[in-house]
């Protein structure tokens, strides 16, 4: 575990993360002996070792192993290629794989060459599926269901999810759906009440006891895993990530609880806000992130990138994005700034690393994650951050 910051190291019971894993093969994914399943994953991730060898191993059906990225091997045709050549029924992946997908290919050209008509399920996980991105990939895959679903390194198999391979539920965009079957999945505000209410914000944790296939400690290190999971609220998993509950009791992911910022007393998702600056019709993806800010506290920023073959004018945009984010949430949320970079600082996993964005901004020091997929790139955000001001540590 660990993919965004110090690693930690993952205690698996193998007996019951088997079981978990052949259960969900069948339940989730609707994979069964003799289908072809295809998790886009690194084999060293928990998607991969997971996904890649041991649930198709123990199901019985044909997994594929693919080492590359989704665009420029050769084309962004990659994905639709590989699906039409291996038969693939269910496809599992990060929703930042499509993003990039969008970006050098956004009318999904390529899509057209190819037959991807053994294609039944598109799984998505890892991070938050905006809806810009699950509308995109609708409109081009109309007859597809397109299917985001929740689970962590630890829990080592999907916590929330939609069961395509039990009773297909109604999507709700933006949302991983349902608890799955053994998580008692409860939202608790920062004092520890439960929250009921139907779209208001706390954190995700789950009522132990955490079902097989979970992290039962972290390795070498019993008193780590206690007080990072379980000693904030006794009795629950602190999951670390943020969200709420719809009126019909959807479960919606905005992200880590750390990407909540306080800007002069108002608790503001920066999640809320990568929504709607993903929604402009010029941005192929983008991070927002809070800096420190000596009269407010914090306040949010973002980075875009554009989409390929896209022109506009700098300033322009930076001013409609503003706007976009003043009309939805509120001048309060003091959205001032949104520069334009080329790509984005990740993870070979695609995680954006906003903590590290975060501390180059506000001049702290950082550490350079081992799993970062380009260290010279935060090269480039300095750089890019010095131009715009952007953070105290760049202020004329």
Excluded at 151 to 176: C, F, K, L, R, Y
Excluded at 350 to 378: C, F, N, Q, W
Aim: aromatic share 10%; charged share 25%.
């Amino acid at each position: 575990s660990g993919t965004t910051g110090k690693p930690k190291g993952i205690v698996r019971d193998n007996g019951g993360h088997a079981v978990a894993l052949r259960y969900s093969m069948q339940a989730i994914y609707d994979v069964n002996p003799g289908d072809v399943f295809w998790a886009g994953s690194d084999v060293g991730w928990v998607v991969g070792h997971s996904y890649i060898v041991y649930a198709p191993l123990l199901t019985g059906c044909t997994t594929i192993l693919f080492e590359g990225k989704p665009v420029r091997t050769p084309d962004a045709g990659t994905y639709w290629r590989i699906i039409s050549e291996h038969q693939v029924k269910t496809f599992f992946t990060a929703p930042t794989a499509f993003r990039a997908i969008k970006k050098e290919d956004p009318q999904a050209e390529f899509l057209r060459k190819y037959d991807i008509s053994s294609l039944k399920y598109l799984f998505l996980a890892g991070e938050r599926l905006d809806p810009p991105t699950y509308h995109w990939l609708k409109e081009r895959l109309p007859n597809i269901p397109v299917v985001d679903h929740w689970w962590q390194t630890e829990s080592g198999w999907p916590m929330v999810a939609n069961p395509m391979g039990i009773d297909p539920m109604e999507v709700h965009p933006g949302s991983a759906t349902m608890p799955v079957p053994g998580y008692n999945v409860q939202l608790l505000s920062h004092d520890g009440k439960r929250i009921t209410e139907a779209n208001k914000a706390g954190n995700i944790v789950v009522k132990l006891p955490l079902p097989p296939g979970c992290l039962p400690t972290l390795w070498n290190d019993d008193e780590r895993f206690s007080s990072s999971y379980l000693t904030q609220y006794p009795g629950y998993y602190l999951s670390g990530d943020g969200g709420y509950l719809d009126e019909d009791g959807y479960v919606f992911i905005m992200g880590r609880i750390d990407d909540v910022i306080n800007v002069a007393g108002h608790r503001l998702s920066t999640g809320e806000m990568e929504e709607i600056v993903a929604s402009h019709p010029a941005v192929a993806e983008c991070s927002v992130f809070g800096i420190n800010d000596d009269l407010r506290g914090q306040v949010p920023v973002g980075l875009v990138v554009l989409k390929d073959g896209v022109s506009v004018d700098k300033g322009a945009l930076e001013k409609e994005l503003i706007e976009m984010v003043r009309k939805e949430i509120g001048s309060f949320a003091y959205f001032r700034q949104a520069a334009i970079v080329q790509r984005l600082p990740k993870t070979r996993s695609g995680k954006i690393l906003r903590h590290v964005m975060r501390k180059i901004a506000d001049g702290e020091e950082y550490t350079v994650p081992s799993t970062i997929d380009d260290p010279k790139i935060l090269e480039e955000i300095k750089e890019t951050m010095d131009n715009h001001h952007i953070g105290q540590a760049f202020q004329e």
